[in-house]
């Protein structure tokens, strides 16, 4: 899915960057222990400028991790304008709706409580290549930079000792980035649907951190359900941390 929602560059928080032709492009850190100027979350890169590939260029951009499903990576392929990095496509959300179990959600909140059910093994590759030295500076991103960057950043953000309020805090700036300030918007998705796009609140996020809770009671052990070891997290810590 895309957002074709008005640009808003102008009093947008200092987290943010402008990099002409991507969606809700800002610096993840500043949050808990997480350094700034290594870890970026953003919408996707496929009507990325040639400016905006420059100014990526001079961040030293050397990861990113596109969380889209395929379908959606194959209408709308990120662009690189001789771009050097590399590229992980490590999809949040199941590729058909036919491999999981669970309803596809409806809306958006039961997207969340989904997306975690669904998400452990995205987030256990990218924690693990996060952590990979030589990986960073990186760029996490989904379509508009919202929903699913915003469940995978939280649990970075979460793993380098973040509170709750400022993870909350920063998950939210996306509705400052994407002009979701003053409610819904339209956008067009992957088929060529006109959708609405809702922004986000701070019990959709929390949702998320339910479900972990109760189904594995700590964010760490969650992802060593998932194949994540204490290696990989102490690794991940030691990369982005302070």
């Not at 309020?165 to 060529?192: F, H, K, R």
Request: hydrophobic share 40%; glycine share 10%; aromatic share 6%.
């Amino acid at each position: 899915m895309t957002d074709d929602l008005p640009d808003r560059e102008a009093d947008l928080p200092s987290s943010f960057i402008d990099i002409p032709g991507v969606r809700n492009f800002r610096d993840a850190g500043g949050v808990g222990a997480l350094r700034r100027g290594v870890l970026f979350r953003s919408g996707s890169f496929h009507t990325l400028a040639p400016e905006g590939a420059q100014r990526l260029k001079a961040l030293g951009l050397r990861t990113v991790i596109d969380l889209r499903s395929p379908v959606e990576i194959e209408v709308w392929p990120d662009l690189r304008h001789g771009l050097d990095h590399e590229a992980l496509s490590l999809p949040t959300l199941p590729a058909d709706r036919e491999d999981t179990d669970r309803p596809w959600p409806a809306g958006q909140e039961e997207l969340y409580p989904f997306m975690a059910s669904t998400a452990g093994p995205s987030l256990v590759a990218a924690i693990r290549r996060l952590g990979t030295p030589g990986a960073l500076p990186a760029v996490v991103h989904c379509a508009v930079g919202k929903d699913r960057t915003g469940l995978t950043i939280a649990i970075v953000q979460t793993l380098l000792g973040a509170s709750e309020d400022d993870i909350t805090a920063d998950y939210l700036l996306s509705n400052t980035g994407l002009g979701l300030l003053d409610g819904p918007a339209p956008y067009v998705d992957e088929t060529g649907a006109e959708r609405i796009s809702r922004p986000i609140s701070e019990d959709l996020l929390a949702s998320s951190f339910a479900w972990i809770r109760d189904h594995h009671g700590t964010v760490p052990a969650y992802l060593l359900a998932h194949g994540s070891t204490d290696e990989d997290l102490a690794a991940l810590r030691a990369n982005l941390s302070a």
